[in-house]
T-cell receptor
Framework: EAQVTQNPRYLITVTGKKLTVTCSQN?????MSWYRQDPGLGLRQIYY???????DKGDVPEGYKVSRKEKRNFPLILESPSPNQTSLYFC?????????????FGDGTRLSIL | AQRVTQPEKLLSVFKGAPVELKCNYS??????LFWYVQYSRQRLQLLLR??SRESIKGFTADLNKGETSFHLKKPFAQEEDSAMYYC??????????FGTGTRLTVIP
């Protein structure tokens, strides 16, 4: 089954403790991205990647890192999480075969930073 | 800069009534526009895109370049349409800019 898989689905942690949210897709998509979803703000893009070893900042990159060493994986790293990063996070992927392809979303990861 | 505006955070309609979810955008070029839907406890998924000009689950959306709008419409709302709806704009290169979303509730 074609899908985008995020782990963990839920995480409660404390300020300053480094964490990584993994994202993997099995559709051989070139494009991957991370969003955070907050009430009243909709989805905002954090980082995106057009292909392996190519990453760019989205609208709200502060406090986050990403890497794209393999085509299928696009982990989101919070080196020193803070309470304002408490949010629902979505990973998405799409094909670059031609532009503006629909994105496929993961189930989401709910992070709570205390 | 691109911007997507969904003026209604919440919208309630009765079952069988028409529904229209508003979306306005600002972008200097020719964007591609999408509607995504998120049902309760499910992932965000594509509902329709303007370039396809198709009807999905009874929903249609027409791009009005003069009014810079891409409103989502359905003539007869069903209970299973209750969900969060996001309008999104893509200026190109796969990037998506989302509106703040409208939560639709269809009252039985």
């Amino acid at each position: 089954e074609a899908q985008v898989t995020q782990n963990p689905r839920y995480l409660i942690t404390v300020t300053g403790k480094k964490l990584t949210v993994t994202c993997s897709q099995n559709m051989n998509h070139e494009y991957m991205s991370w969003y955070r979803q907050d009430p009243g703000l909709g989805l905002r893009q954090i980082y995106y990647s057009m292909n392996v070893e190519v990453t760019d900042k989205g609208d709200v990159p502060e406090g986050y890192k990403v890497s794209r060493k393999e085509k299928r994986n696009f982990p989101l790293i919070l080196e020193s999480p803070s309470p304002n990063q408490t949010s629902l996070y979505f990973c998405a992927s799409s094909s670059n075969s031609y532009s503006n392809q629909p994105q496929h979303f993961g189930d989401g990861t709910r992070l709570s930073i205390l | 800069a691109q911007r997507v505006t969904q003026p209604e955070k919440l919208l309630s309609v009765f079952k069988g009534a028409p529904v229209e979810l508003k979306c306005n955008y600002s972008y200097s070029g020719s964007p591609e526009l999408f509607w995504y839907v998120q049902y309760s406890r499910q992932r965000l998924q594509l509902l329709l895109r303007h370039i396809s000009r198709e009807s999905i689950k009874g929903f249609t959306a027409d791009l009005n370049k003069g009014e810079t709008s891409f409103h989502l419409k359905k003539p007869f709302a069903q209970e299973e349409d209750s969900a969060m709806y996001y309008c999104a704009l893509s200026p190109g290169a796969n990037n998506l800019f989302f509106g703040t979303g409208t939560r639709l509730t269809v009252i039985p």
